[in-house]
C-alpha cells in the first residue's frame, strides 16, 4: 500500500505560479514512477506529467511543456508539480499517482497506476 496526500492547489491569476506537492507513504517511494494528472469539470481524467523512480527521465503533455515541471525528491517521499505561467485552462482537480513499475516506455495510462492521492483543487481566474 502506497497512501498519497497531495498539498499546494488554490486560487492564482492567470499568469501566476503554484507548486504542488504529494506526499507518500507506506511502501517504498522510490520503487514508483510516479505521474500528475488532473480532471475539469465535465472532462475525463487527463495525464499532465510523469517521472520515473530516480527522476531520470520525465514526460509531459504538449499542452503544459514548458510551464509545468515535475520532480521528486526520494529522500523526502514527495513529489512535486511546478506550474507557471498558469492558464484558466489550467484549472482543475490535480492528482499525484504511482505507477505500477520504477519506469515505463509511456505513462499515459491512467491504468498503470496503482495509486492515488484525493487531490487538490487549482482555480486559475483570468
Known amino acids: 500500500q502506497v497512501q498519497l496526500v497531495e498539498s499546494g492547489g488554490g486560487l492564482v491569476q492567470a499568469g501566476g505560479s503554484l507548486r504542488l506537492s504529494c506526499a507518500a507513504s507506506?511502501?517504498?517511494?522510490?520503487?514508483?514512477?510516479m505521474g500528475w494528472f488532473r480532471q475539469a469539470p465535465g472532462k475525463e481524467r487527463e495525464f499532465v506529467a510523469a517521472?520515473?523512480?530516480?527522476?531520470?527521465?520525465?514526460d509531459t503533455v504538449d499542452s503544459v511543456k514548458g510551464r509545468f515541471t515535475i520532480s521528486r525528491d526520494n529522500a523526502k517521499n514527495t513529489l512535486y508539480l511546478q506550474m507557471n505561467s498558469l492558464k484558466p485552462e489550467d484549472t482543475a482537480v490535480y492528482y499525484c499517482a504511482a505507477h505500477r513499475l520504477p519506469s515505463s516506455s509511456s505513462y499515459y495510462a491512467a491504468t498503470e497506476y496503482g495509486y492515488w492521492g484525493r487531490g487538490t483543487q487549482v482555480t486559475v481566474s483570468s
Open positions: 507506506g511502501r517504498t517511494f522510490s520503487y514508483y514512477a
Open positions: 517521472i520515473n523512480w530516480n527522476g531520470g527521465s520525465t
